[in-house]
């Protein structure tokens, strides 16, 4: 039973996509049940196995094997780590079902969303449940289709389509890296299971500079994943994709899966204090970065979708200043709230007939009041108020920083004044006020299989960060290793600071006002950085790709080719019978010269 | 059992050409090759290295072992399904001709024959002698019926291929002369036995390798080589352009990996020039394919120009994993022979769908297809996962094993860089794969789309076969690496 168990939790939502998308995508009810019973197969399976497994424990099936010199398995393995992923992505994944069946009920390629949904269950349980690096690949590679074919769901609208692409190219970029860190470790380690890398970690430590590099790469692929800078551009594009979507794929999960797979190689970047650092740096600037831009955005996803990358930047700099469990405490928190805000926004787009813009909102505090009550506790969560998920989740990351490094300290808390102004200014503008568009002035709250979810993910967004509910969770050991920081007063203090100002001065901002008060064009505009990219592609690798293009066909095979076979007897030879005009005839000599020849040689 | 395998096509060729039967008498033919393969590939001992189901006639001249002899290892009988299904999938997507419908019909006949009889060969000869008579209808083909600038396509692929086919004739004399006349042979399955015993002198290794290198080189588009494959490729009609890119063209790997790799051991190290060795050369060449082969894909605006240069793209890592010269790059480059064939001619059957569809193949032209053609969709974006290296295709799990295999040269750094130049190169082909994905089924449909039919009835079965098999290779392929492992430890010892 045991060692069923968690094939039973990978395997049920791909037998779910194969049905659906081979066989019962003509009916959409059945999909959708496919998928439901699938999900909910998984997350039994995940409660099943916090409840009742033993501490760790691993079965696997060889993929690939050439005898005991190579073998690749895919090998799964439940410890105290997995346990907290299994919950969240199964947890947040049925909650994102349910929503779905009323979220996407008009939409006619319903039973290819739920199809892909659950290929992308399968793909990010695959990745949690990983026991080694080969294996996770194979699995981050599969989560970047499935957000590929989850953001590019509608197809024929060309920002979708060309967003999808974004998102898997840029990821690929990073997954570049990721490969050539395995390879690099494969090399060093001779071994690519996590436990035996650990068995093996001396081999590594006893090079810096290799570990150094290798650590790097394969943080590369967290870099793509969780969107960081300078791979970042993907994931505000991404939310072209159906809401539902950004709030599982985009916000809780996948985009986590980055800090995940950090923890997991912890051991493998500790040893190595510039990796460290390096990745400290990128995530705290990631996190200040984001949040400045999410300060001038109006598409309501899009703030959200900003918010997403500077708490990943948050968690990423937590496991650069060595506190991977306190990121991973955080990432665990911030996968409630910042569903429960995408999936609040997902009811204000449907109530509003996709209208995105929190400036043709206002006035949704009377008309849409269930979704104003849970948006407001996942606002708080999120910004850090006191005594809600995220504020015990985040002073852990802010109590490590500050012990380690006091610069990452203050992007950290920059970060957070300013994830309380940008988040108070879309509640004000969305929620209060006067209803500035006929949309928002008919909004009307969702149905139950959507105010649930909302509902459940709200009480989920105040509870999630108690010791009484953490700690069964993250096991005794852990939680406490989260906090293992000194107990400062100092660090809350100036946390719950922050927040009241930054609350204060954007509610006073903002109160009443029907356009922006302030304009800031670089920072709405992304500091137009992926203009820039754009420049520098078309710069480097079109330049290159076209003047390749003009080598090969001009100088490879316009010069070199027919210059060389025309110098040569045996296009001499052949030219001469070009003559003869007629092909067939031709080729019937060109065989029959060969044997001839071949035979003469023989002889 | 191998004889009526290769009986099968001539006959029905033989009969077309006589003006006796039609394209549904080709597909019959096709049908009893595949299930004749099946039955092969089922009863094959995978436990046992060496040739099995062999036949030999008596020696063909006095004084030569020389016969015609057939028999299947596990490498060629991998080969010989991959020509089966690409086949059966050919008649099935096939266009249908006005232009002397039973002449085409027979040449696609013919070339299947002939790729069939030099996978199944045992005899260096007919090895060689086969694949001449796949490459004739070849570039018949692609002067009568091709598309676009077919006489000029169908001259530079004749001319390239005749001179590649020269060389590595030359070659191949070359390689017999230098073996001691003791053990001369033309029986493939006694040359390999050959291997590891260093039985030619390193120093006369270089010579033929370079001939061999060349000349298969030539057949397998290695860069520099190459420029005869796009626009053959390109004008080619469609079963050919599946054949070729998709069978006929692993002729020259599946040579090296018999021939080059157990005979020639010692060569690849040996100084060419300066301080540049044989395999520095190869390396160099085999990231021509991929980086720049790949930024010129890039540079394409017509679809088949995209799947045709990315073909030759591909061939890059296959090289990476010969040049490994281990277990795993070998494995990993055999099994990336069949998965690569199997998705360019998906890709190209998909290709050609589209073409009899719109006519021309340029990205601007189309857009938005999967509306009209979902089928045709599905099909084309799981082959462009395919083609990409996405898990859960055989491709993935070939790549990864060449780029493991490559990287397991700890002695050599170049082959590491190499490696991880490969390594973007991945990164390269899903730019222009998804780019080209999207430009023509994504998108607002296009006006002229929106009165297309998709596919329907068998031709479905046809293309879902060679997915099928993808997948199938993808998910688990320990299945198919079982049937390599006893062949390729043979050729590596």
Same mark, same amino acid.
């Given at each position: 039973?045991?060692?069923?168990?968690?094939?039973?939790?990978?395997?049920?939502?791909?037998?779910?996509?194969?049905?659906?998308?081979?066989?019962?995508?003509?009916?959409?009810?059945?999909?959708?049940?496919?998928?439901?019973?699938?999900?909910?197969?998984?997350?039994?399976?995940?409660?099943?196995?916090?409840?009742?497994?033993?501490?760790?424990?691993?079965?696997?099936?060889?993929?690939?094997?050439?005898?005991?010199?190579?073998?690749?398995?895919?090998?799964?393995?439940?410890?105290?780590?997995?346990?907290?992923?299994?919950?969240?992505?199964?947890?947040?994944?049925?909650?994102?079902?349910?929503?779905?069946?009323?979220?996407?009920?008009?939409?006619?390629?319903?039973?290819?969303?739920?199809?892909?949904?659950?290929?992308?269950?399968?793909?990010?349980?695959?990745?949690?449940?990983?026991?080694?690096?080969?294996?996770?690949?194979?699995?981050?590679?599969?989560?970047?289709?499935?957000?590929?074919?989850?953001?590019?769901?509608?197809?024929?609208?060309?920002?979708?389509?060309?967003?999808?692409?974004?998102?898997?190219?840029?990821?690929?970029?990073?997954?570049?890296?990721?490969?050539?860190?395995?390879?690099?470790?494969?090399?060093?380690?001779?071994?690519?299971?996590?436990?035996?890398?650990?068995?093996?970690?001396?081999?590594?430590?006893?090079?810096?500079?290799?570990?150094?590099?290798?650590?790097?790469?394969?943080?590369?692929?967290?870099?793509?994943?969780?969107?960081?800078?300078?791979?970042?551009?993907?994931?505000?594009?991404?939310?072209?994709?159906?809401?539902?979507?950004?709030?599982?794929?985009?916000?809780?999960?996948?985009?986590?899966?980055?800090?995940?797979?950090?923890?997991?190689?912890?051991?493998?970047?500790?040893?190595?204090?510039?990796?460290?650092?390096?990745?400290?740096?990128?995530?705290?600037?990631?996190?200040?970065?984001?949040?400045?831009?999410?300060?001038?955005?109006?598409?309501?996803?899009?703030?959200?979708?900003?918010?997403?990358?500077?708490?990943?930047?948050?968690?990423?700099?937590?496991?650069?200043?060595?506190?991977?469990? %306190?990121?991973?405490? *955080?990432?665990?928190?911030? +996968?409630?709230?910042?569903? =429960? /805000?995408? &999936?609040?926004?997902?009811? #204000? $787009?449907?109530?509003?007939?996709?209208?995105?813009?929190?400036?043709?909102?206002?006035?949704?505090?009377?008309?849409?009041?269930?979704?104003?009550?849970?948006?407001?506790?996942?606002?708080?969560?999120?910004?850090?108020?006191?005594?809600?998920?995220?504020?015990?989740?985040?002073?852990?990351?802010?109590?490590?920083?500050?012990?380690?490094?006091?610069?990452?300290?203050?992007?950290?808390?920059?970060?957070?004044?300013?994830?309380?102004?940008?988040?108070?200014?879309?509640?004000?503008?969305?929620?209060?006020?006067?209803?500035?568009?006929?949309? %928002?002035?008919?909004? *009307?709250?969702?149905?139950? +299989?959507?105010?649930?979810? =909302? /509902?459940? &993910?709200?009480?989920?967004? #105040? $509870?999630?960060?108690?010791?009484?509910?953490?700690?069964?969770?993250?096991?005794?050991?852990?939680?406490?290793?989260?906090?293992?920081?000194?107990?400062?007063?100092?660090?809350?203090?100036?946390?719950?600071?922050?927040?009241?100002?930054?609350?204060?001065?954007?509610?006073?901002?903002?109160?009443?006002?029907?356009?922006?008060?302030?304009?800031?064009?670089?920072?709405?505009?992304?500091?137009?950085?992926?203009?820039?990219?754009?420049?520098?592609?078309?710069?480097?690798?079109?330049?290159?790709?076209?003047?390749?293009?003009?080598?090969?066909?001009?100088?490879?095979?316009?010069?070199?080719?027919?210059?060389?076979?025309?110098?040569?007897?045996?296009?001499?030879?052949?030219?001469?019978?070009?003559?003869?005009?007629?092909?067939?005839?031709?080729?019937?000599?060109?065989?029959?010269?060969?044997?001839?020849?071949?035979?003469?040689?023989?002889? | 059992?191998?004889?009526?395998?290769?009986?099968?096509?001539?006959?029905?060729?033989?009969?077309?050409?006589?003006?006796?039967?039609?394209?549904?008498?080709?597909?019959?033919?096709?049908?009893?090759?595949?299930?004749?393969?099946?039955?092969?590939?089922?009863?094959?001992?995978?436990?046992?290295?060496?040739?099995?189901?062999?036949?030999?006639?008596?020696?063909?001249?006095?004084?030569?072992?020389?016969?015609?002899?057939?028999?299947?290892?596990?490498?060629?009988?991998?080969?010989?399904?991959?020509?089966?299904?690409?086949?059966?999938?050919?008649?099935?997507?096939?266009?249908?001709?006005?232009?002397?419908?039973?002449?085409?019909?027979?040449?696609?006949?013919?070339?299947?024959?002939?790729?069939?009889?030099?996978?199944?060969?045992?005899?260096?000869?007919?090895?060689?002698?086969?694949?001449?008579?796949?490459?004739?209808?070849?570039?018949?083909?692609?002067?009568?019926?091709?598309?676009?600038?077919?006489?000029?396509?169908?001259?530079?692929?004749?001319?390239?291929?005749?001179?590649?086919?020269?060389?590595?004739?030359?070659?191949?004399?070359?390689?017999?002369?230098?073996?001691?006349?003791?053990?001369?042979?033309?029986?493939?399955?006694?040359?390999?036995?050959?291997?590891?015993?260093?039985?030619?002198?390193?120093?006369?290794?270089?010579?033929?390798?370079?001939?061999?290198?060349?000349?298969?080189?030539?057949?397998?588009?290695?860069?520099?080589?190459?420029?005869?494959?796009?626009?053959?490729?390109?004008?080619?009609?469609?079963?050919?352009?599946?054949?070729?890119?998709?069978?006929?063209?692993?002729?020259?790997?599946?040579?090296?990996?018999?021939?080059?790799?157990?005979?020639?051991?010692?060569?690849?190290?040996?100084?060419?020039?300066?301080?540049?060795?044989?395999?520095?050369?190869?390396?160099?060449?085999?990231?021509?394919?991929?980086?720049?082969?790949?930024?010129?894909?890039?540079?394409?605006?017509?679809?088949?120009?995209?799947?045709?240069?990315?073909?030759?793209?591909?061939?890059?890592?296959?090289?990476?994993?010969?040049?490994?010269?281990?277990?795993?790059?070998?494995?990993?480059?055999?099994?990336?022979?069949?998965?690569?064939?199997?998705?360019?001619?998906?890709?190209?059957?998909?290709?050609?769908?589209?073409?009899?569809?719109?006519?021309?193949?340029?990205?601007?032209?189309?857009?938005?297809?999967?509306?009209?053609?979902?089928?045709?969709?599905?099909?084309?974006?799981?082959?462009?996962?395919?083609?990409?290296?996405?898990?859960?295709?055989?491709?993935?799990?070939?790549?990864?094993?060449?780029?493991?295999?490559?990287?397991?040269?700890?002695?050599?750094?170049?082959?590491?860089?190499?490696?991880?130049?490969?390594?973007?190169?991945?990164?390269?082909?899903?730019?222009?794969?998804?780019?080209?994905?999207?430009?023509?089924?994504?998108?607002?449909?296009?006006?002229?789309?929106?009165?297309?039919?998709?596919?329907?009835?068998?031709?479905?079965?046809?293309?879902?076969?060679?997915?099928?098999?993808?997948?199938?290779?993808?998910?688990?392929?320990?299945?198919?690496?079982?049937?390599?492992?006893?062949?390729?430890?043979?050729?590596?010892?």
């Amino acid at each position: 039973m045991a060692h069923t168990l968690p094939w039973l939790i990978l395997l049920s939502p791909l037998v779910s996509a194969l049905l659906v998308l081979l066989f019962a995508h003509r009916s959409k009810a059945l999909s959708v049940a496919l998928s439901l019973a699938a999900v909910f197969v998984s997350l039994g399976g995940s409660l099943l196995a916090f409840s009742k497994a033993p501490e760790s424990l691993s079965t696997h099936f060889t993929w690939i094997d050439l005898g005991p010199a190579f073998q690749l398995n895919i090998g799964l393995k439940i410890d105290d780590l997995t346990k907290v992923m299994l919950l969240v992505v199964t947890g947040i994944g049925a909650l994102v079902h349910i929503y779905s069946t009323v979220y996407m009920e008009k939409d006619e390629g319903k039973s290819r969303f739920f199809g892909s949904l659950s290929l992308f269950m399968f793909s990010m349980l695959g990745i949690v449940l990983a026991d080694n690096l080969a294996m996770m690949f194979i699995f981050w590679e599969l989560v970047g289709v499935s957000s590929y074919l989850l953001i590019g769901h509608w197809f024929t609208k060309e920002s979708a389509a060309a967003a999808a692409n974004k998102a898997f190219l840029t990821n690929r970029i990073g997954d570049f890296g990721f490969m050539a860190g395995i390879l690099l470790v494969w090399s060093i380690t001779d071994s690519l299971g996590f436990a035996e890398i650990a068995a093996n970690i001396s081999k590594l430590t006893n090079n810096p500079t290799l570990l150094t590099i290798s650590g790097l790469c394969l943080f590369c692929g967290a870099v793509g994943k969780s969107a960081q800078l300078p791979l970042h551009v993907w994931l505000p594009d991404a939310m072209e994709g159906p809401t539902p979507v950004s709030a599982l794929i985009h916000a809780a999960t996948m985009v986590a899966a980055g800090v995940y797979m950090l923890a997991r190689i912890f051991f493998l970047l500790e040893p190595s204090a510039l990796a460290l650092s390096v990745i400290a740096w990128i995530g705290a600037t990631t996190a200040l970065f984001a949040a400045l831009l999410a300060t001038q955005q109006n598409d309501i996803k899009k703030i959200l979708a900003y918010s997403t990358l500077s708490q990943l930047g948050l968690m990423v700099a937590g496991i650069g200043v060595g506190a991977w469990g %306190a990121s991973m405490f *955080h990432l665990f928190t911030h +996968a409630f709230f910042k569903a =429960l /805000l995408f &999936l609040g926004s997902g009811a #204000i $787009i449907h109530a509003l007939h996709h209208e995105q813009d929190i400036w043709k909102m206002g006035g949704l505090k009377k008309t849409m009041p269930k979704t104003f009550w849970t948006f407001a506790i996942g606002t708080l969560a999120l910004t850090g108020a006191p005594f809600l998920a995220g504020f015990f989740s985040k002073d852990a990351i802010l109590l490590a920083a500050y012990a380690k490094n006091p610069f990452i300290f203050g992007f950290a808390l920059i970060t957070s004044l300013l994830t309380a102004f940008y988040m108070t200014r879309l509640v004000v503008v969305a929620f209060f006020g006067k209803a500035r568009s006929d949309a %928002a002035k008919h909004g *009307h709250d969702c149905p139950p +299989a959507m105010t649930v979810p =909302l /509902l459940i &993910l709200a009480i989920l967004s #105040i $509870i999630a960060g108690y010791p009484v509910f953490a700690e069964p969770i993250f096991g005794h050991d852990n939680f406490h290793a989260a906090h293992a920081a000194t107990h400062n007063t100092l660090v809350p203090l100036l946390a719950i600071s922050v927040f009241a100002l930054g609350t204060i001065v954007a509610y006073v901002l903002y109160c009443g006002k029907s356009k922006d008060p302030i304009v800031i064009r670089p920072l709405a505009n992304r500091l137009y950085i992926d203009e820039f990219y754009s420049a520098l592609i078309a710069g480097t690798q079109d330049v290159l790709a076209s003047l390749s293009g003009w080598l090969d066909r001009y100088v490879l095979d316009g010069v070199l080719v027919r210059g060389l076979s025309a110098g040569t007897w045996g296009a001499g030879y052949l030219f001469r019978l070009l003559q003869f005009g007629n092909l067939q005839g031709y080729a019937f000599l060109f065989g029959a010269g060969v044997v001839a020849l071949l035979y003469l040689l023989i002889k | 059992m191998l004889t009526i395998l290769l009986l099968v096509p001539i006959i029905g060729a033989i009969a077309l050409l006589s003006g006796n039967g039609d394209r549904r008498m080709a597909k019959l033919c096709a049908a009893i090759q595949a299930a004749i393969t099946l039955v092969l590939w089922f009863g094959y001992d995978r436990t046992k290295a060496g040739f099995q189901f062999t036949s030999a006639s008596d020696p063909l001249l006095p004084g030569l072992d020389l016969r015609f002899a057939l028999g299947v290892d596990g490498l060629s009988l991998l080969l010989l399904l991959l020509t089966s299904i690409v086949t059966l999938a050919a008649f099935w997507m096939a266009p249908n001709v006005e232009k002397r419908p039973g002449l085409f019909d027979a040449c696609v006949l013919l070339i299947s024959a002939g790729i069939t009889g030099a996978f199944i060969s045992q005899d260096l000869f007919f090895f060689y002698a086969f694949h001449e008579l796949a490459l004739i209808p070849t570039f018949l083909m692609i002067g009568i019926w091709g598309s676009g600038e077919r006489q000029s396509a169908a001259w530079k692929i004749t001319i390239y291929l005749a001179l590649g086919s020269i060389i590595l004739l030359i070659g191949l004399v070359d390689l017999f002369l230098a073996i001691p006349e003791a053990n001369r042979s033309f029986d493939l399955e006694k040359l390999q036995a050959l291997a590891g015993l260093h039985i030619i002198p390193v120093q006369a290794q270089l010579r033929p390798w370079c001939f061999l290198m060349v000349g298969f080189g030539v057949l397998v588009s290695l860069f520099p080589f190459h420029s005869w494959a796009p626009s053959g490729y390109a004008s080619a009609p469609t079963p050919v352009a599946m054949l070729h890119a998709g069978v006929l063209k692993k002729f020259g790997l599946y040579g090296i990996i018999r021939l080059v790799v157990p005979l020639l051991p010692d060569a690849s190290k040996q100084v060419v020039f300066g301080s540049w060795t044989a395999l520095d050369l190869l390396l160099i060449a085999l990231l021509g394919n991929i980086l720049y082969v790949g930024l010129v894909t890039l540079a394409q605006r017509k679809l088949d120009y995209i799947i045709a240069y990315s073909s030759v793209m591909h061939m890059g890592y296959i090289f990476l994993g010969i040049a490994s010269l281990n277990m795993i790059g070998l494995s990993g480059a055999s099994l990336l022979m069949f998965s690569h064939g199997l998705s360019v001619a998906a890709l190209f059957a998909i290709c050609g769908a589209l073409r009899d569809r719109e006519g021309s193949l340029s990205l601007e032209r189309l857009g938005g297809a999967a509306k009209a053609l979902p089928f045709l969709g599905i099909c084309f974006t799981l082959a462009t996962f395919a083609s990409i290296g996405l898990p859960g295709f055989a491709n993935f799990a070939s790549e990864v094993m060449v780029f493991f295999g490559a990287f397991q040269n700890p002695g050599n750094s170049f082959i590491r860089l190499a490696t991880i130049l490969s390594l973007w190169g991945v990164v390269i082909s899903a730019v222009y794969m998804l780019r080209a994905h999207k430009s023509v089924f994504l998108g607002q449909p296009t006006d002229s789309s929106t009165k297309w039919v998709d596919l329907t009835g068998t031709p479905r079965i046809a293309l879902g076969a060679l997915l099928t098999l993808l997948l199938l290779g993808g998910f688990f392929p320990k299945y198919f690496l079982s049937y390599l492992k006893p062949t390729l430890e043979a050729v590596l010892r």
